[in-house]
């Protein structure tokens, strides 16, 4: 193992890094509740926002923003 990749396994990622997985964490769940539930992006951000998931997802000591928006997606259907 090369000590670059062991170096960058070992970093600890910034506030600035998960604020943007996150952001298109979300992108991508909205898309979903959009396509899903026949309503327009601004109104699945709205019902995204509105859920306990989100709530969850700025919570990143629980690691959520590194799932994949599939993941996120379910959390939400499933109304946890």
Do not use: H
Not at 36 to 44: H, L, N, S, W, Y
């Amino acid at each position: 193992m090369s000590t670059m990749s062991s170096s960058t396994e070992n970093r600890e990622l910034t506030l600035e890094q998960k604020r943007s997985m996150t952001q298109t964490l979300v992108g991508a769940v909205a898309s979903y509740i959009a396509e899903d539930e026949g309503v327009d992006i601004e109104t699945a951000f709205e019902r995204f926002f509105a859920s306990s998931v989100a709530l969850k997802l700025e919570e990143f000591g629980n690691l959520l923003y590194r799932e994949g928006p599939g993941y996120i997606y379910d959390l939400y259907r499933s109304g946890i």
